[in-house]
C-alpha cells in the first residue's frame, strides 16, 4: 500500500485497526509511534547496486489505555512528515513488535489495516544459477504418477 492509500482509506475511518497475519487485532491503544523514510543503498549478490525507499511505520502499545490514535490524527502524521521529511508517495513497511519486532506489507480490507507478511528473496537469480523450480500444471501429471504410492505397496 502505498502513502496515498492509507490516507485515502483513513479519511473513510472512525476508528483504526491493525490486524496481524494471524488474524488477532494489534491492541486498539496502541501508537504510531515513527513515520519515516528508509533509504536502502545495496549490492545484491550479482553486483548490481540498487536503491529501495520506503515510508516506515512504526506501531507500539503501551500501558496507555486512555488515550486512542483517531484517523485525523494519523492523517496530519502523515501530512507532517511529508512536508516536514520530503516523503513522497512510496510504499508503506510496517513495523511491530510481537515476539521480535517484525517487518510487514500493508493492505487493507474495508474495516482494518492488515499487516502482511514479507519474504526475503535474491535479486540476481540469474547470475546466482538458483535453479528455478518447474512450473508443472495439474492437468500435466497422468494418472500413474498421481497415484504412484498405492495402498499397501510399501512405499509410504
Known amino acids: 500500500m502505498r502513502l496515498s492509500e492509507i490516507k485515502s482509506h483513513l479519511g473513510n475511518l472512525e476508528q483504526i485497526g491493525f490486524q496481524l497475519p494471524n488474524g488477532e487485532l494489534v491492541p486498539e491503544h496502541f501508537h504510531v509511534t515513527e513515520v519515516?523514510?528508509?533509504s536502502k543503498h545495496f549490492i545484491d549478490c550479482g553486483g548490481t547496486v540498487r536503491k529501495e525507499e520506503v515510508v516506515n511505520f512504526q506501531l507500539w502499545e503501551a500501558d496507555?489505555?486512555?488515550?486512542?490514535?483517531?484517523?485525523?490524527?494519523?492523517?496530519?502524521?502523515?501530512?507532517?512528515?511529508?512536508?516536514?521529511?520530503?516523503?513522497?508517495?512510496?510504499?508503506?513497511?510496517?513495523e511491530y513488535q510481537g515476539t521480535t519486532?517484525?517487518?510487514?506489507?500493508?493492505?487493507?480490507?474495508?474495516?482494518?489495516f492488515l499487516l502482511t507478511t514479507t519474504l526475503t528473496?535474491?535479486?540476481?537469480?540469474?547470475?546466482?544459477?538458483?535453479?528455478?523450480?518447474?512450473?508443472?500444471?495439474?492437468?500435466?501429471?497422468?494418472?500413474?504418477?498421481?497415484?504412484?504410492?498405492?495402498?499397501?505397496?510399501?512405499?509410504?
Open 101 to 112: 519486532i517484525g517487518k510487514y506489507g500493508l493492505d487493507f480490507d474495508g474495516k482494518n
Open 36 to 38: 519515516g523514510k528508509i
Open 121 to 156: 528473496d535474491c535479486l540476481a537469480k540469474d547470475k546466482c544459477d538458483i535453479p528455478e523450480k518447474p512450473k508443472v500444471e495439474l492437468t500435466q501429471l497422468t494418472q500413474s504418477t498421481a497415484n504412484s504410492c498405492a495402498p499397501g505397496s510399501g512405499c509410504c
Open 64 to 94: 496507555d489505555y486512555n488515550h486512542r490514535l483517531h484517523p485525523e490524527k494519523l492523517v496530519s502524521i502523515i501530512e507532517l512528515s511529508e512536508r516536514l521529511l520530503g516523503i513522497e508517495d512510496l510504499n508503506i513497511e510496517v
